[in-house]
Nanobody, 122 residues
């Protein structure tokens, strides 16, 4: 059973930056795609970014394209989400998930973390 633990969330002013980490308990996560999802107050969970197991393919939601960067270090069983030029509408609980699909939707994402809160003040 792969366990995922997110970290790096916090309070930041608009325009600021944060880097989220998703650490996996097992090396097997290196064979999975990993996606970041978020759920804002009163909103449904939505896709943010995803990366293939090798890191060769990356996908982003239009709302974060050009501001967020996803990367992974399989030697550390960790996936990162670098978030720049943050906006108040980025406020949400951010979750990472691992699975066998490309990570752009909940479907096929087998393992989920418990989330880390990002709050962007205006």
């Amino acid at each position: 059973q792969v366990q995922l633990v997110e970290s790096g969330g916090g309070l930041v002013q608009a325009g600021g930056s944060l880097r989220l980490s998703c650490a996996a308990s097992e090396r097997t996560v290196s064979t999975y795609s990993v996606g970041w999802f978020r759920q804002g107050p009163g909103k449904d969970r939505e896709f943010v970014a995803a990366i293939s197991w090798s890191g060769s393919s990356k996908f982003y939601a239009d709302s974060v394209k050009g501001r967020f960067t996803i990367s992974r270090d399989n030697t550390k069983n960790t996936v990162y989400l670098e978030m720049n030029r943050l906006k108040p509408e980025d406020t949400a609980v951010y979750y990472c998930a691992a699975g066998t699909t490309d990570g752009r939707s909940d479907y096929g994402m087998r393992y989920w973390g418990t989330g880390t809160l990002v709050t962007v003040s205006s």
